[in-house]
């Protein structure tokens, strides 16, 4: 599953893949337009987002004023300020500063808390790190640390008599550095176990926005995890395709346009265009009945005689032509096709 990241990661990464110290403010002005969306694209972790903005700030000349090129290119399924009529687009400028607003307070509500404080006081020093320090820290604290635990989760109370292995398993701490998500194993009683855990309440109590990798890098650096105000999930099943679903996260005072808006983009991603046309009742049924009749074997021509004594006013007059409208409706109900894009999991963000 693909994970948000913040400003100040994709800065640090873009000017990582530049081979630069910093990237020209004016140009990053131009690139963190709403309307032009390339660094929220790679906040969002959308494919070759990453590598599309490198392309486009190579591209964007660096005197003030000239008109960058690409500047009415978009990146699709996100809830994109650009796309939104000029009549509305001052709202969603507010749900962007919504969201600015509330990661600063609620960065700002978690500092205070007694085990953040202790922790930072206690591992590093009461000094936050610079993102670029954060890999290095871990590595050397993995060191220190020693040899990760190895957990067994067992059902309690033990059964003496229970014969099963126990399953065993090691604990991750997953962080963002200036390289992008990683992970290291922990060992109990260590401080990367400790950071783990706090990363975990953190997570649990601030809820969306503060997954356990951006709460563990913001503890070590104080970048707040972002806050966004809606947010869309791909859930592409592959072996049962039917089964894919879109999940939405939203605030509650997102109105409903915005959502549906977020919403079409997303369908038209996966390669749904348009309207969606229904099955008939008919063909649900058509369907069903012969569903059941082919797992038992039956063949066709009884198929055809049993639906049109169970169906008179859908009847068919030959087998050819109940078994082309079966299969059909088989077809549309278990093998839905999507397009390419982004169907192995991913999210769009507000």
Request: net charge neutral; with cysteine; glycine share 8%.
């Amino acid at each position: 599953m693909k994970r948000q990241k913040t400003v100040e990661h994709v800065k640090a990464e873009l000017a990582a893949r530049l081979g630069i110290d910093e990237v020209d403010p004016d140009v990053w002005n131009y690139l963190s337009r709403p309307s032009v969306a390339w660094v929220q694209a790679a906040m969002d972790c959308e494919v070759d987002a990453i590598d599309d903005l490198v392309d486009e700030y190579k591209a964007v000349p660096r005197a003030k004023g000239s008109p960058p090129p690409g500047a009415r290119r978009a990146v699709p399924v996100r809830l994109d300020v650009g796309k939104e009529p000029k009549a509305h687009r001052g709202r969603a400028d507010a749900f962007q500063e919504r969201g600015q607003a509330l990661a600063r307070m609620l960065a700002d509500q978690a500092a205070a808390e007694p085990d953040v404080i202790a922790f930072r006081s206690d591992v590093i020093g009461g000094r936050l790190l610079r993102l670029e320090q954060v890999g290095p820290w871990v590595r050397e604290q993995a060191k220190k640390d020693g040899a990760p635990t190895t957990w067994a989760e067992v059902p309690w109370p033990v059964d003496p008599g229970d014969k099963r292995v126990p399953r065993l398993l090691l604990r991750s701490l997953h962080y963002v550095s200036a390289d992008g998500a990683e992970s290291a194993f922990t060992a109990e009683g260590g401080v990367l176990e400790r950071l783990r855990r706090e990363a975990e309440l953190l997570s649990g109590t601030y809820g969306y926005g503060w997954r356990e990798h951006e709460a563990a890098t913001w503890l070590l650096t104080g970048i707040a995890p972002a806050v966004v105000s809606a947010a869309c999930t791909w859930r592409h099943n592959t072996a049962h395709a039917p089964a894919s679903r879109f999940t939405l996260e939203l605030d509650p005072m997102i109105p409903p346009r915005v959502v549906a808006a977020m919403y079409t983009r997303a369908r038209r991603r996966i390669g749904i265009t348009g309207r969606t046309r229904t099955m008939s009742t008919k063909h649900h049924a058509l369907a069903m009945f012969a569903w059941d009749g082919y797992r038992d074997d039956e063949p066709w021509p009884a198929i055809l005689e049993s639906w049109n004594k169970a169906n008179p006013k859908w009847k068919y007059s030959t087998v050819g032509n109940l078994k082309r409208d079966a299969e059909r409706a088989f077809e549309r109900l278990l093998q839905p096709v999507y397009g390419h894009a982004n169907t192995d999991g991913g999210n769009d963000h507000e």
